[in-house]
Each structure stands twice: as C-alpha cells, then as structure tokens.
C-alpha cells in the first residue's frame, strides 16, 4: 500500500475503474502515509480526513469522471471550501472559504478528494517554506534543508509519498523551485493558462499547475486545469488537442538554446551546471540542434522591478485578509517582510505601472529571443536546497532576504514577467545525495513543445524511481 503514493495518478484511477483498488482504500492510504510522515515534514497546514473519506465511500465503481478516488492536495492560498486557508499567516489562520477556487470544481469535477491544505510561506513571498506561524516544511531528501517555495509543501508532500500529486502555483518560480528541490515534475503555464477565479482577476505573474512525479502526470492535470471561465477578462487560447495526447508526439528537431546567464549575473554552483549540461547532452543525442546563446536580460535592476510589481500583487493577498477580518494585521500577525511588502504595494500608482511597463519592455525583447530558439535550458536553481534558518522573511533587514532568494534562483522569475511556459525537470543527483534538476523554457503558448521535450528527456535521464529515505517508513 505504501507504494500506491508513487503512482502515476492515471494509473491509480484506472486500479479504481478496473475494481481492483478501492477509492476508500486509496484515500485511507494516503491519509496513513501523511499520519505517519507529516510530523517530520510538516508538509501540511490541515488534514481533512474525515470528508476525504466520507467522499471515496460516496463513488460508485461506475463513476465516469477520469481521476474518480485519487486523493490531491492543495495550496493553502486557493480556496477549497471550508478548509484552512491562511496564506502561511497567523493574520489568516481563522479563513476557511465557503466555496471553491475554479481550479479546485476542476479537480473534483475530474474526481479527485482533497485530502488536506499543504504549508507556504507568508503570502508566497520567498522560495523557501518556513513561516513563522505553521512552523518550516523539510525536505524529504534531506530534513535539514528547504524543500523550495512557495509550493513547498506540496512538493514534500508529493516527494515523500504522501500524495500523488499537489496543486501549487508560480509567481516567481514558485513551482519550478520546489520541483527542483525535491526531484519532481514543476510546470509553469503561460500566463492565463489556468483561471485565477473568482477571487482573483488577471494575474501579470502568477499562474496555478501542480507537482508531479512524471511529465504524462503534469500534462494530464494540465488539461482538467486550463481553459476559460465565465468572467475571465483574458485568457490563453485552447489547444489544438489534449495535453495528453499531445505529450506522446515526437516534436521534431528542435533549436535549443543553452545558458548559465541570467539576469542577476549569478554564478551557478557547478552541480547547477552539471545538472544543465546533462540536460544538453541529452538533447543533442536525442537529435536536436543544441548551442550556447542567451536572450538579453536587460540590467541588474531588473529584480528591483520585479518586486515593485510583485510588492503589489502580494499586498492584495494580505488585503484580502483585511476585507476578510476587517481590521489591519496586527505587529505578531505578518511577519517583517510581509510587512514591507505590504508598504511596498502602497506606494503611488504610478509608479507601479512604470515599473511594470518597464518588465513588459523587458518581455519583448525576451520573446524575440524566441524567434530564433524552440527553447531555452538553464540550469533550474543556482544553489543547493538551502539549509532550514537561512532564508526565512523575519530578519532585521527584510528586503535582504529578497537578494538572498535571488542568488538562489536567478533562473525562474523572469519566465513569470514573459508569461512563457517554463517547466523544472529532475536529471540527477548531486554527490549530496539531493536531486539535481534542469529548466527548459518554451515559446508563448507553447505548453506542448515543452512537455514533448520533458517527455524525451524524462526517458533519456530516469530517475523518478529514486525515493527518499524517509518515504520507505511505513504508514501506521
């Protein structure tokens, strides 16, 4: 039973459409493995075992609907109605939605049970999962380090075998990081891909996917998350066909441009590197045209720019919370960098359009990068997994712990600002025993490129079979 976690999540719905697997059976594995590992991970803010249970009980053998009995989790910054959603903070920690995000009717409408709220750091600021409120995420691979952010907990509850899969989102690299850190699958969609509804309108950064162990997994969720919904003010356009379907598809010879460049002018560490050029030579025996090239990332104030546009889109997460409590935090309910960030976002609005017109100028010239290059592979992070204390958001000096978060990843906010698809994939692992993971980057709207490609080398470098220590305890 221990193993089912592991499975792809069709095959798990297929053992249940066949009769050879119960729904109530496989939720109540789930549930035992997160009883049983949860305590040293805290992957997750709430379990909602009893509802989870009630829900498998309630499907029949005959339910059409594709993923029928599999148990997910979500992000503790969607609603799911009446579960926690506290956005990592004290400030929230009473919220429970009466209703539910679009992406999560999606979910249930495609027959996965929720099974519980997994942890994030305050408002999704930092690439790390350590609020001061629930307390630090740990990585599977190694307890003492991060598992990423700001998915983080879904990604170790996803790595150690808790769930077959978790929902996150990624507004500056917060799938693709976690993924990264834990050797799991991390899409970022284009931007619009996936509805942001009802609560949020158009997001310039951030766009919602999942963690996932197989490349097929993440093209799979992909086609029961994306699509247009009533009220949406814009969206990507439909696929010519399924995800699905077309992540089986040869994609051709590619062009396929490759860098260590970005645009802080980081330094990789060299298992960054190594991680990347596996990658590389990988493509090239696949039969793709492979060379060194970079887009031009405009100057090293580029990340000032980004948080003054993030800065905002934060604030209307901790405003959201003043709507909900009608009160201000107080000093012991958000942490300092969560304050800042909250003065930041009421800076005068002007200067938050300069700012962000300034990122869109940036975009263009990225995009016409892409004129030339199917893709782009960098590395994935600059950095190890940091160890757990490092980066955390309740410093002295808050905005330090923004530079901190980008020498550790360079690579992934400025594919948030282009609104192209951007996927993490796990090639290796370093002499640390941590996994090492490499990031391809498509063209707009190219979701199907990417996922072909990640198909290929998903096959040409497996390691997807490897499982951390932690997950060989039994459940109880």
């Not at 792809?8 to 493995?33: N, T, W, Y």
């Not at 305050?122 to 629930?134: A, M, N, Q, V, Y």
């Not at 284009?190 to 999942?210: A, T």
Request: glycine residues 12%; negative net charge.
């Amino acid at each position: 039973m221990d193993d089912l976690m592991f499975s792809p999540v069709s095959d798990l719905a297929a053992k249940v459409r066949r009769g050879e697997l119960g729904a109530h059976e496989l939720v109540a594995a789930a549930l035992s493995r997160i009883e049983a590992l949860d305590p040293a991970l805290n992957a997750f803010v709430e379990v909602d075992g009893e509802r989870a249970l009630a829900a498998a009980a309630a499907l029949g053998r005959d339910d059409p609907r594709p993923f029928a009995g599999v148990p997910i989790a979500v992000k503790a910054n969607v609603a799911v109605a009446g579960l926690c959603r506290n956005f990592g903070s004290k400030f929230l920690s009473g919220h429970r939605p009466t209703h539910n995000a679009y992406l999560v009717r999606r979910l249930l409408d495609a027959g996965f049970i929720v099974v519980g709220m997994t942890n994030m750091p305050e408002f999704g600021i930092l690439p790390t999962t350590e609020p001061r409120h629930s307390g630090p995420t740990r990585n599977p691979w190694d307890p003492e380090r991060t598992p990423g952010g700001s998915s983080g907990g879904s990604a170790a509850a996803v790595a150690a075998g808790m769930v077959p899969i978790a929902h996150g989102n990624d507004g500056g690299g917060s799938l693709r990081i976690p993924a990264a850190s834990t050797g799991l699958v991390g899409l970022k969609p284009s931007r619009g891909r996936v509805s942001r509804g009802p609560d949020l309108g158009d997001s310039y950064l951030g766009v919602d996917g999942v963690l996932s162990r197989t490349v097929a997994d993440t093209a799979q969720l992909l086609d029961v998350l994306a699509g247009y919904e009533v009220g949406d003010a814009t969206w990507a356009p439909r696929p010519v066909e399924p995800y699905a379907a077309t992540v089986r598809r040869n994609p051709g010879r590619l062009r396929v441009a490759v860098t260590t460049e970005n645009p802080l002018g980081v330094e990789p560490d060299p298992e960054a590197v190594r991680g990347m050029r596996l990658a590389a030579e990988a493509l090239a025996a696949l039969g793709h045209d492979v060379e060194e090239a970079a887009p031009a990332f405009g100057d090293p104030e580029m990340l000032d720019r980004f948080v003054k546009v993030f800065g905002p889109q934060v604030a209307l997460g901790i405003g959201l919370g003043v709507q909900l409590t009608g009160r201000q935090p107080e000093d012991d309910e958000v942490e300092p960098l969560s304050r800042a960030m909250l003065e930041l976002g009421a800076a005068p609005t002007l200067g938050y359009l300069g700012y962000l017109a300034q990122l869109q100028a940036l975009a263009r010239g990225v995009v016409a990068f892409f004129a030339e290059y199917d893709l782009l592979l960098t590395p994935a992070l600059a950095e190890r997994p940091l160890p757990i204390g490092e980066l955390t958001g309740c410093g002295l000096e808050p905005f330090a712990d923004l530079d901190r978060a980008g020498r550790f990843t360079p690579y992934t906010s400025l594919f948030n600002i282009t609104g192209q698809p951007a996927i993490s994939l796990p090639v290796g692992f370093g002499d640390d025993g941590l996994p090492t993971a490499a990031q391809l980057v498509g063209r707009p709207l190219a979701e199907d490129t990417v996922l072909q490609v990640a198909t290929q080398l998903e096959a040409a470098l497996p390691v997807s079979a490897r499982r951390p220590a932690v997950a060989a305890q039994p459940a109880v």
